[in-house]
Protein backbone atom coordinates (compact mmCIF):
# COMPACT_ATOMS: atom_id res chain seq x y z
CA UNK A 1 0.00 0.00 0.00
CA UNK A 2 1.18 3.59 -1.69
CA UNK A 3 1.08 5.83 1.76
CA UNK A 4 3.34 8.52 0.67
CA UNK A 5 5.51 10.07 -2.30
CA UNK A 6 8.62 11.99 -1.92
CA UNK A 7 9.44 14.07 -5.23
CA UNK A 8 12.83 16.10 -6.14
CA UNK A 9 12.23 19.39 -6.81
CA UNK A 10 13.95 21.53 -10.06
CA UNK A 11 12.52 19.27 -13.43
CA UNK A 12 10.18 17.24 -11.08
CA UNK A 13 7.14 19.11 -9.74
CA UNK A 14 8.86 22.54 -10.89
CA UNK A 15 9.99 23.82 -13.81
CA UNK A 16 13.10 26.43 -12.61
CA UNK A 17 15.08 26.46 -15.84
CA UNK A 18 14.63 29.68 -17.01
CA UNK A 19 15.25 31.72 -13.92
CA UNK A 20 18.48 29.69 -12.60
CA UNK A 21 19.43 30.21 -16.72
CA UNK A 22 19.32 33.62 -15.77
CA UNK A 23 20.84 33.11 -12.36
CA UNK A 24 23.86 31.32 -13.88
CA UNK A 25 24.53 33.84 -16.59
CA UNK A 26 25.04 37.26 -14.39
CA UNK A 27 27.54 34.97 -12.73
CA UNK A 28 29.01 34.25 -15.85
CA UNK A 29 28.91 37.93 -17.35
CA UNK A 30 29.83 39.11 -13.65
CA UNK A 31 33.11 36.92 -13.66
CA UNK A 32 34.11 36.87 -16.68
CA UNK A 33 33.22 33.47 -18.21
CA UNK A 34 30.89 32.13 -21.21
CA UNK A 35 27.36 32.52 -20.99
CA UNK A 36 25.15 29.37 -20.92
CA UNK A 37 22.08 29.04 -23.45
CA UNK A 38 18.74 27.07 -21.89
CA UNK A 39 19.79 23.35 -23.09
CA UNK A 40 23.50 23.49 -21.71
CA UNK A 41 22.12 24.84 -18.07
CA UNK A 42 19.58 21.85 -18.62
CA UNK A 43 22.05 19.32 -18.99
CA UNK A 44 24.40 20.74 -16.12
CA UNK A 45 21.75 21.04 -13.33
CA UNK A 46 20.74 18.59 -10.56
CA UNK A 47 23.51 18.57 -8.37
CA UNK A 48 23.48 21.65 -6.11
CA UNK A 49 24.90 25.02 -7.40
CA UNK A 50 28.75 24.73 -6.50
CA UNK A 51 28.52 21.67 -9.34
CA UNK A 52 26.48 24.06 -11.43
CA UNK A 53 28.96 26.20 -11.57
CA UNK A 54 31.85 23.82 -12.12
CA UNK A 55 29.96 22.41 -15.03
CA UNK A 56 29.31 25.92 -16.27
CA UNK A 57 32.83 27.79 -15.68
CA UNK A 58 34.49 24.07 -17.95
CA UNK A 59 38.20 24.59 -16.06
CA UNK A 60 39.13 21.11 -14.91
CA UNK A 61 42.04 23.37 -12.94
CA UNK A 62 39.29 25.89 -11.29
CA UNK A 63 40.44 26.55 -7.57
CA UNK A 64 38.76 26.22 -5.00
CA UNK A 65 38.56 29.99 -4.18
CA UNK A 66 37.24 30.38 -7.81
CA UNK A 67 34.52 28.28 -7.41
CA UNK A 68 33.57 29.54 -3.80
CA UNK A 69 33.03 32.62 -5.30
CA UNK A 70 31.34 31.58 -8.52
CA UNK A 71 28.78 30.04 -5.94
CA UNK A 72 28.22 32.47 -3.33
CA UNK A 73 27.55 34.69 -6.20
CA UNK A 74 24.90 31.95 -8.03
CA UNK A 75 23.25 32.26 -4.63
CA UNK A 76 22.83 36.09 -4.53
CA UNK A 77 21.43 36.01 -8.40
CA UNK A 78 19.62 33.25 -7.52
CA UNK A 79 18.14 35.22 -4.99
CA UNK A 80 17.21 38.15 -7.27
CA UNK A 81 14.72 35.77 -9.53
CA UNK A 82 14.00 32.51 -8.04
CA UNK A 83 10.45 32.44 -8.99
CA UNK A 84 10.12 34.85 -11.62
CA UNK A 85 9.41 32.37 -14.16
CA UNK A 86 9.52 29.44 -12.30
CA UNK A 87 5.70 27.10 -12.78
CA UNK A 88 4.44 23.87 -12.32
CA UNK A 89 4.67 21.68 -14.86
CA UNK A 90 1.14 21.02 -16.44
CA UNK A 91 -0.72 18.31 -14.90
CA UNK A 92 1.38 18.26 -11.58
CA UNK A 93 -1.40 20.66 -9.64
CA UNK A 94 -3.72 17.75 -10.80
CA UNK A 95 -1.98 15.40 -9.69
CA UNK A 96 -1.10 16.84 -6.25
CA UNK A 97 -4.59 17.23 -5.57
CA UNK A 98 -5.21 13.59 -5.92
CA UNK A 99 -2.77 12.82 -3.76
CA UNK A 100 -4.03 14.99 -1.20
CA UNK A 101 -7.45 13.98 -1.18
CA UNK A 102 -6.57 10.24 -1.28
CA UNK A 103 -4.85 10.75 2.03
CA UNK A 104 -1.12 9.88 0.43
CA UNK A 105 1.18 12.37 2.11
CA UNK A 106 3.56 14.23 0.11
CA UNK A 107 6.97 15.21 0.75
CA UNK A 108 10.08 17.22 -1.35
CA UNK A 109 13.73 16.36 -1.00
CA UNK A 110 15.75 18.57 -2.89
CA UNK A 111 19.61 19.59 -3.46
CA UNK A 112 18.91 23.13 -4.04
CA UNK A 113 19.01 25.25 -1.12
CA UNK A 114 16.64 24.62 2.11
CA UNK A 115 15.34 28.73 2.13
CA UNK A 116 14.62 28.31 -2.06
CA UNK A 117 13.24 24.87 -1.68
CA UNK A 118 10.91 25.98 1.28
CA UNK A 119 9.90 29.21 -0.12
CA UNK A 120 9.27 27.82 -3.82
CA UNK A 121 6.56 25.10 -2.41
CA UNK A 122 4.99 28.06 -0.22
CA UNK A 123 4.76 30.22 -3.32
CA UNK A 124 3.10 26.80 -5.72
CA UNK A 125 2.06 24.37 -3.00
CA UNK A 126 0.68 26.09 -0.46
CA UNK A 127 -1.27 23.29 0.79
CA UNK A 128 2.41 21.31 1.56
CA UNK A 129 3.45 21.05 4.80
CA UNK A 130 6.54 22.44 5.06
CA UNK A 131 7.81 20.42 7.62
CA UNK A 132 8.17 17.66 4.91
CA UNK A 133 10.23 19.89 2.35
CA UNK A 134 13.99 19.20 3.10
CA UNK A 135 16.68 20.55 0.70
CA UNK A 136 20.53 21.80 1.08
CA UNK A 137 20.97 22.38 4.80
CA UNK A 138 24.24 23.24 6.35
CA UNK A 139 26.13 19.75 8.17
CA UNK A 140 23.38 17.79 6.24
CA UNK A 141 24.45 15.12 3.63
CA UNK A 142 22.90 15.47 0.01
CA UNK A 143 21.24 13.39 -2.32
CA UNK A 144 22.17 10.74 -3.35
CA UNK A 145 22.79 10.22 0.28
CA UNK A 146 19.76 8.70 1.82
CA UNK A 147 19.59 10.82 5.15
CA UNK A 148 17.12 13.64 3.85
CA UNK A 149 14.57 10.56 2.91
CA UNK A 150 14.74 8.43 5.91
CA UNK A 151 14.28 11.49 7.73
CA UNK A 152 11.55 12.12 5.59
CA UNK A 153 9.44 8.66 6.23
CA UNK A 154 10.08 9.04 10.28
CA UNK A 155 8.30 12.47 10.14
CA UNK A 156 5.48 10.80 7.67
CA UNK A 157 5.42 7.45 10.21
CA UNK A 158 5.90 5.57 7.09
CA UNK A 159 8.20 2.59 5.95
CA UNK A 160 10.18 1.85 2.91
CA UNK A 161 7.70 -0.68 0.63
CA UNK A 162 4.98 2.30 1.40
CA UNK A 163 6.39 5.09 -0.61
CA UNK A 164 7.69 5.76 -3.50
CA UNK A 165 10.11 8.38 -4.94
CA UNK A 166 9.75 10.57 -7.94
CA UNK A 167 12.62 12.49 -9.96
CA UNK A 168 14.04 13.69 -13.09
CA UNK A 169 17.24 12.59 -12.83
CA UNK A 170 20.46 9.83 -12.44
CA UNK A 171 20.75 11.37 -8.79
CA UNK A 172 17.12 10.61 -7.94
CA UNK A 173 17.26 6.83 -9.12
CA UNK A 174 20.29 6.26 -7.19
CA UNK A 175 19.06 8.23 -3.96
CA UNK A 176 15.60 6.25 -3.97
CA UNK A 177 18.23 3.01 -4.36
CA UNK A 178 20.35 4.16 -1.79
CA UNK A 179 17.16 4.68 0.57
CA UNK A 180 15.64 1.20 -0.39
CA UNK A 181 12.53 2.87 -2.43
CA UNK A 182 10.75 2.14 -5.50
CA UNK A 183 12.41 4.80 -8.03
CA UNK A 184 9.73 6.70 -10.73
CA UNK A 185 11.57 8.77 -13.11
CA UNK A 186 9.60 11.41 -15.14
CA UNK A 187 10.61 12.14 -18.61
CA UNK A 188 9.88 15.89 -19.05
CA UNK A 189 12.59 16.90 -16.67
CA UNK A 190 16.58 17.75 -17.20
CA UNK A 191 17.06 14.34 -17.92
CA UNK A 192 17.05 12.69 -21.41
CA UNK A 193 14.90 9.93 -21.53
CA UNK A 194 17.82 7.49 -22.75
CA UNK A 195 19.94 8.36 -19.88
CA UNK A 196 17.09 7.38 -17.74
CA UNK A 197 16.13 4.40 -19.47
CA UNK A 198 19.82 3.11 -18.95
CA UNK A 199 20.19 3.57 -15.04
CA UNK A 200 17.12 1.39 -14.79
CA UNK A 201 14.32 2.94 -12.43
CA UNK A 202 11.56 1.09 -11.43
CA UNK A 203 9.32 2.95 -13.12
CA UNK A 204 9.49 5.96 -15.59
CA UNK A 205 6.45 8.06 -16.28
CA UNK A 206 5.48 10.68 -19.55
CA UNK A 207 2.63 12.22 -18.02
CA UNK A 208 2.27 13.34 -14.14
CA UNK A 209 -1.51 11.27 -14.40
CA UNK A 210 0.64 8.56 -15.47
CA UNK A 211 1.95 8.21 -11.57
CA UNK A 212 -1.48 7.49 -10.72
CA UNK A 213 -1.93 4.57 -12.30
CA UNK A 214 1.40 3.13 -10.59
CA UNK A 215 -0.30 3.84 -7.53
CA UNK A 216 -3.61 2.21 -7.80
CA UNK A 217 -2.51 -0.58 -10.12
CA UNK A 218 -0.14 -1.40 -6.22
CA UNK A 219 -2.28 -0.60 -3.95
CA UNK A 220 -4.84 -3.20 -5.75
CA UNK A 221 -2.42 -6.26 -5.21
Given at each position: ????????LDGTVLNTLLDLKTAVNRVMN?????????????????????????????????????????????????????????????????????????????????????????????????????????????????????????????KMQVKPEEVLYVGDSLVDIKT??????????????????????????????????????????????
Amino acid sequence: MIKAIIFDLDGTVLNTLLDLKTAVNRVMNKLGYCEQSYEEVRNKVGSGFRNLMFRCIGKEDISEEELDTAEKQMVIEYKDCYHDNTRPYEGINELLSYLKNNDIKIAINSNKNDDYTKKLIEINFPFIDLNLVLGKREGYNVKPDPANNTELMEKMQVKPEEVLYVGDSLVDIKTAQNSSLKAVSVSWGFVDKDRLVQAKPDYIIDKPDELIDIIEKINKE
